[in-house]
Each structure stands twice: as C-alpha cells, then as structure tokens.
C-alpha cells in the first residue's frame, strides 16, 4: 500500500490532512517536531515520526516508503529553506508524487512575500522531476478564531477589509481537496485555486458568528495602520503583519480572488459555509 507522508502535522492543514486521509483508510506517516505533538495523530491510527525539516538528516528516515508528500509549513522566512530541504531528500529513491500547499495569490511578482516564498518553492518543485500538484487556498475562515477574544468581551469583529468580500475557506475543505490529490489519480501537474463558495464580506461575517452565538457580533473597521500596531501587539512578525495588511488591502479594494469550484470538483463535497464555519466554533466565539 502506496503511503503519504504529512508534514507539519500538528499545524491546522496537515492534522486535517491526517485525519481526512486516514478517515479514507490511507497509510499516513505525520511528520511533528516533538514526540508530545503526535499523540492526538497518532490516535487516528497514523504512523508518527518526529523529524525537522531544517535537518537533513531526520528527513530520509521519514520518506522511506512514502510514495505521496504533502508538503505543508509554517509561514515564516525560512520557508524556502526549509521545504528546499524535503524536496532534496525526496528526489533521491523512487519518484514520488509532492502535493504543495501555497496560496492564492503565490506567483514571482507577488505583492505579498508569502506568495513570493510559495511561488520560489513550486519552481523547484517543477524544475525536480518528481510529480507536483499545487494547492492555492484564500485565506482560511479558521483565522477568525483569532478574534474570539473581542467577539467574546465586545460583540466586535475588528479588520481592515471595509466592504471588501473574499470567498475565505475552511481549512476542512483545503484538507479534502489535498486528500483526493493524493488519492485519486490526474492531478499530478495541476495547480488548483482553493476557495470557499462564496465571497463574503466581513460585516456579513460578524451576523453569522452573532446569530451563531446568540448575541449581537458588529464588524468594525480598522485603519491599515492601526491594524498593523494591534497586530505587533499581539506578537505578529513585522513581515507577517505587512502581508496580512496587503492581503486585507486587496480584499478591502475588491480585488479578491472569487470563489472557485475547485472544493466541489476535486474535494467532492459542498464547501463549508461561513454559517456553517459559525455554528461549529460557536463554543470558542461564546467563551465563557
Ligand atoms: N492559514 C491560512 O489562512 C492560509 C491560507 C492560505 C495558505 N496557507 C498556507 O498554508 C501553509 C500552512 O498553514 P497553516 O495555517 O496550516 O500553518 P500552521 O498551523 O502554522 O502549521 C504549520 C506546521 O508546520 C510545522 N513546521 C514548521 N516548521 C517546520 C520544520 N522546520 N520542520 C517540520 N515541521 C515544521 C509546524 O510544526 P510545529 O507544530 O512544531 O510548530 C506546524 O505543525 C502555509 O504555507 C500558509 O502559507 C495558509
């Protein structure tokens, strides 16, 4: 049996990999940086192997076997470095099949260093040899768990995408598309926008999670820069910050990619619903 090789398990997109991966009945292998990290993986029946990919040498021991890789890290700087590293000890042994999860938006002149860092990446995945399929999903609904703490004690909902609409997933979806790109043969070589149903604008946002909770939830928007200083406040990098502004900016402007049918047409089911999204995180909105 072909096995798929997970990385950053313990993350939002590999967990829901694993899981949806292994609710298939595929040999999964999870790739988390401490022993601790696997245990909630490991109860879904995959294997788990603690290895880092920013040293060589714990890599080749996790790939043995694993025809299939979905390369998933953090967004960070050394990004580039760090899935140089996977791709390299993959392209040694069997050719093997990379799923990549960038982003929307990823491209070499792209406005936001992210998308510059995914774009560095897929061309060292097409230029490999091995077998590649690269996942661009729009921001995920699970971000706005983010904001539980001023929904919880205001009833507010704080960004600066004043009317701007933009078709954000849930990170679910993003997980079943991946699954069936390993899975199912004819996405080797695809490259696949991955978007919720509709576009939503935040103000919209804000009503589902109130009617979720039972309580009133107000969008209120927030200069870029004042934005920025609450995001630094909060612990963000200066770079992070910066793209998020970017990304807000192109939503805020209108220019958001619209939704695609990628969730539907290679995840095989409806794509989660911003009220959906709402009414299964209520508890974590509510507090208390
Ligand atoms: N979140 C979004 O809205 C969104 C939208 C579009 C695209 N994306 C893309 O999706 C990707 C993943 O996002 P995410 O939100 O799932 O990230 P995440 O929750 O931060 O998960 C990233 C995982 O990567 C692991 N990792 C980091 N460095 C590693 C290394 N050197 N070796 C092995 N594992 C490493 C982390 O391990 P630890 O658990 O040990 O820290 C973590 O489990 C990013 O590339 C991002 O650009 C995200």
Redesign the pocket.
Known sequence: MSGILV?????????EAVRRLRAAGARVRA????AA?GEALRATGAEVVV????TPATIGPALEGMDHVLL?????P??VA?QHNLIEAAMRGPRRHVVK????GTGPRSPFA?GRW?AEIEAELVASGMGWTFL?????M??LLMAAPTIQTEGKLYAPMRDGRTPLVD?RDVAAVAAACVLEPGHEGMTYDVTGGEAVSYAEVAAHIGRAIGKPVTYVDVPPAAARAGMLQAGLPDWLADDLLVLYGIAAAGKSRGPTTVVRDVGGKDPVTIAEFARDHAAAFRGG
């Open positions: 990385t950053g398990a313990n993350g939002k997109t590999g967990s790739m988390v940086r401490s990290k290895a880092d990919l920013t998933v890290t953090s967004p960070s050394d990004q760090v999860v960038s982003a929307v992210l995914h661009r999903p729009q921001s995920y699970q971000n990170v």
